[in-house]
Structures are given as C-alpha cells and as structure tokens.
C-alpha cells in the first residue's frame, strides 16, 4: 500500500540516485557534442569516488573532496584527450581501457578507506545541494549549446570538424576542452555517491552506472532535456528495488535489482529501432579522429 510517506521517500530517493547521472552524462554529452567519444566514464567516476571520499576524509572539507574529485576526473581525462586527441588512437578502445585502469586505481587508492564513513552533505528543502545543481547543469548546458556562440561552436565541430578548422575554429584546443569537462563532471558524479548517496567507500560502487550514463546521452538524443528525463526514469527504476517491498510488491529482490539494466537495455532497443530516431541530433563526426593538416 501506497502511503504519504512512502511516496516522499521514493521521490527523494529518486532524485538522489538521478542526480550522479545527471551529472556525469552531462559532462558526456558536451565531450561527445565535440565529436569525441569518452567510454572511460565508468572508470573516471570510481576515480573522483574515492579520490573526493579520501579528501574529505582527510580534510574534514566536503567542499576540497568535491573540487578534488572534479580535478581528479580531469586528469584522467587529460590522458584520454592526449591519446585520442594528440596520438590519435582509437577512442572506443582508448575508453575502454580507461574504464579498466580506473577500476583498478581506485580499488588500489580505496583499500585504506573501506569501513569508514563520512558526514552526510548538508539537506536543503529536503534534497541535497547536489540535486538542485544537476537541474541547474542541465538548464545552463541546454542555453550553452542552444543560444551562444561557444555551443555553436561545439556543435559546429561536432558535425564537421573539417569545415570547422577550415573557417578558423582550433578543433583539437576545443575538443581538449570538452573532454576535461567531461572528466571534470563524471568525477564530480563519482564523488557524489560516496559523499552523499552512501557516504562510505566500496570497491566498485559506481555498480555499472558510467554505462548508463553513456546510455542515457543516446537515450536523450544528445538533448539536455531528454537527458535529466532519462536519469530520473532509470533513477525511480533503482530505488524501487529498495521500496518495492514496502509498497506491497511482491516481486523477488532479486528481479528488482536487475531493472535499471534491462530498462536501459529496453530503452535502447527501442530508440535504435528508429535509424532517424538515433541519427536525429547524433554528431556526425561522432568517434572519428581529427588531424589538423
């Protein structure tokens, strides 16, 4: 049964486990409105997960772990942009091994943090600071790339990185500022899972959701709109495996802990059945490497 107070919980809860999506799939969705293809989301995330956790830790600052978090995203995507954007190598495979050296780094850097826990961030109107930024990401990077020169210029080299360098945009500088942003932000949404979400640190804890926030940039069709959309839905799919039981549901735990997957697979299924659905704001230059002659 359904009460007043349950529902409350369900909603806070979903903001909640929205809002590191939110976070990480906007940086995302500017790195690849560039053109640059950034997989290593899941890897950056775990990073700026246990870097902000031991900063703050450590300080006794949630503000310094939160900004550490950011830097520490950036410097993993720093190496990123130096391999794909200055060497030249394959973006698919260049993210996926940043996923795996994230894992391992942060499982390194995590060891001496495991147990111990930190203050919740601060609750305001009964979300935290964390949620009413996210909203506010999202109306500021919709305006950016809608109503000003700079996201003209993103979505310019995005489409044709060609025309763009030919007519005097500097492509790569662009691009290697997208994709720090990118970093900077899916740090920030690592970060904020072990200081907010669950303030401890455990190994692993990002549990798949850098894919789903890669997921959810297709979802949105490369639309800030559709993205705060998508990362609310998968977010009330997640927190129903914990309020499921409570709202009389009698599904096994074990199902309910699989449905932010099969939604996201579902989803995705769906959308690509439509070619002109998925290519409808798609980059064209999408993953294609760029050398300026």
């Given at each position: 049964?359904?009460?007043t107070?349950?529902?409350?919980?369900f909603?806070?809860?979903?903001?909640?486990?929205a809002?590191?999506?939110?976070?990480?799939?906007?940086?995302e969705?500017?790195t690849e409105?560039s053109?640059?293809?950034?997989?290593?989301?899941?890897?950056?995330?775990?990073?700026?997960?246990?870097?902000?956790?031991?900063?703050?830790?450590t300080?006794?600052?949630?503000?310094?772990?939160l900004?550490a978090?950011?830097?520490?995203?950036?410097?993993?995507?720093?190496?990123?942009?130096f391999?794909?954007?200055?060497?030249?190598?394959?973006q698919?495979a260049?993210?996926?091994?940043l996923?795996?050296?994230?894992?391992?780094?942060?499982?390194?850097?995590?060891r001496?943090y495991?147990?111990q826990t930190?203050e919740?961030?601060?609750?305001?109107?009964?979300f935290?600071?964390?949620?009413?930024?996210?909203?506010?990401?999202?109306?500021?990077?919709?305006?950016?790339?809608?109503r000003?020169?700079?996201?003209?210029?993103?979505?310019?080299?995005?489409?044709?990185?060609?025309?763009?360098?030919?007519?005097?945009?500097?492509?790569?500088?662009?691009r290697y500022?997208?994709v720090?942003?990118?970093?900077?932000?899916?740090?920030?949404?690592g970060?904020?899972?072990?200081?907010?979400?669950?303030p401890?640190w455990?190994?692993g804890?990002?549990?798949?959701?850098g894919?789903?926030?890669?997921?959810?940039?297709?979802?949105a069709?490369?639309?800030?709109?559709?993205?705060?959309?998508?990362?609310?839905?998968?977010?009330g799919?997640?927190?129903?495996q914990?309020h499921?039981?409570?709202?009389?549901?009698?599904?096994?735990?074990?199902?309910?802990?699989?449905?932010?997957?099969?939604?996201?697979?579902?989803?995705?299924?769906?959308?690509?059945?439509?070619?002109?659905?998925?290519?409808?704001n798609?980059?064209?230059?999408?993953g294609?490497n760029?050398?300026?002659?």
């Amino acid at each position: 049964m359904m009460t007043t107070e349950l529902l409350i919980a369900f909603l806070a809860s979903t903001a909640g486990a929205a809002t590191p999506l939110v976070v990480a799939s906007m940086g995302e969705l500017v790195t690849e409105r560039s053109g640059v293809l950034n997989l290593g989301l899941e890897g950056m995330m775990l990073v700026g997960a246990v870097v902000g956790f031991g900063v703050t830790l450590t300080s006794g600052s949630m503000t310094l772990g939160l900004l550490a978090a950011m830097a520490a995203g950036m410097l993993m995507s720093l190496v990123f942009g130096f391999l794909v954007l200055t060497l030249q190598t394959n973006q698919v495979a260049t993210g996926l091994a940043l996923t795996l050296f994230g894992i391992g780094v942060s499982a390194f850097l995590g060891r001496g943090y495991v147990g111990q826990t930190v203050e919740r961030m601060p609750i305001l109107f009964g979300f935290d600071g964390m949620v009413y930024f996210s909203i506010a990401l999202v109306l500021a990077i919709g305006w950016m790339l809608a109503r000003t020169r700079l996201g003209l210029v993103i979505r310019a080299v995005g489409e044709s990185p060609h025309s763009a360098h030919a007519i005097g945009f500097p492509v790569i500088g662009l691009r290697y500022g997208t994709v720090l942003f990118g970093g900077a932000m899916a740090g920030l949404g690592g970060a904020y899972l072990s200081l907010a979400l669950t303030p401890m640190w455990v190994e692993g804890m990002t549990a798949g959701r850098g894919w789903i926030a890669l997921a959810q940039v297709v979802f949105a069709t490369w639309k800030p709109r559709g993205v705060l959309i998508g990362a609310y839905l998968f977010g009330g799919v997640t927190v129903l495996q914990f309020h499921g039981q409570g709202m009389g549901l009698a599904i096994p735990a074990e199902f309910l802990s699989m449905l932010p997957y099969v939604a996201t697979i579902v989803v995705l299924v769906v959308i690509c059945r439509n070619p002109q659905t998925i290519l409808l704001n798609k980059p064209m230059s999408l993953g294609q490497n760029f050398k300026p002659d």
